[in-house]
T-cell receptor, first 112, second 117 residues
Framework: KAGVTQTPRYLIKTRGQQVTLSCSPISGHRSVSWYQQTPGQGLQFLFEYFSETQRNKGNFPGRFSGRQFSNSRSEMNVSTLELGDSALYLCASSLNLNTEAFFGQGTRLTVV | AQTVTQSQPEMSVQEAETVTLSCTYD???????LFWYKQPPSRQMILVIR??????QNATENRFSVNFQKAAKSFSLKISDSQLGDTAMYFC??????????????FGKGTKLSVKP
């Protein structure tokens, strides 16, 4: 059974650009969550989607957005990139709400 | 607001020995889950062990066990017979159980564990 797949694995962008990251959950999983990991702030929750609806949102500016498609795949978008957005972005999927979350290997975003 | 504190930024242990990683948390909720995740250099977060707050019995998974003290809001991880493959960052995490709807995971800052041969 394939795990959570995040693409791309690495990304370099310039300040002011926008970026879209993709997450394919484990087959059959309906919940997808996104986390940002930085050395300074650690792991911080971005948002959670379940059945195409955003269920929960962390304390991030509106430049960070996401969506979930009918096949449960999810994308997150960051507009007007800042240097501080450089981070490892982790996606996690779970079968339903209140079940174990499985993480992908992350997308390493570098903003220059 | 919930917080998770891991007071040991780095630890090391000799192969085959036992090590305990500390975690404390703060919450006013009564129904929640606690987790330990492992993040090796490959960056993939792997669930090590999970504890439901309503269960008094401490969770165990092979060489991994926890000491859950609900009143003290403490949740430590014991790794027995440490192996080189246990070298990783270990994160303690908390999640409120809203009874059918989960909250998000709140992570501590992590403990970097090195297992030495």
């Amino acid at each position: 059974k394939a795990g959570v797949t995040q693409t791309p694995r690495y990304l370099i962008k310039t300040r002011g650009q926008q970026v879209t990251l993709s997450c394919s959950p484990i087959s059959g999983h309906r919940s997808v969550s996104w986390y940002q990991q930085t050395p300074g702030q650690g792991l911080q929750f971005l948002f959670e989607y379940f059945s195409e609806t955003q269920r929960n949102k962390g304390n991030f500016p509106g430049r960070f957005s996401g969506r979930q498609f009918s096949n449960s795949r999810s994308e997150m978008n960051v507009s007007t990139l800042e240097l501080g957005d450089s981070a490892l972005y982790l996606c996690a999927s779970s079968l339903n709400l209140n079940t174990e979350a499985f993480f992908g290997q992350g997308t390493r975003l570098t903003v220059v | 607001a919930q917080t998770v504190t891991q007071s040991q930024p780095e630890m090391s242990v000799q192969e085959a020995e036992t090590v305990t990683l500390s975690c404390t948390y703060d919450t006013s909720e009564n129904n929640y889950y606690l987790f330990w995740y492992k993040q090796p250099p490959s960056r993939q977060m792997i669930l090590v062990i999970r504890q439901e707050a309503y269960k008094q019995q401490n969770a165990t998974e092979n060489r991994f066990s926890v000491n859950f003290q609900k009143a003290a809001k403490s949740f430590s991880l014991k790794i027995s017979d440490s192996q080189l493959g246990d070298t990783a960052m270990y994160f303690c995490a908390f999640m409120v159980n809203y009874g059918g709807s989960q909250g998000n995971l709140i992570f501590g800052k992590g403990t970097k564990l090195s297992v030495k041969p």
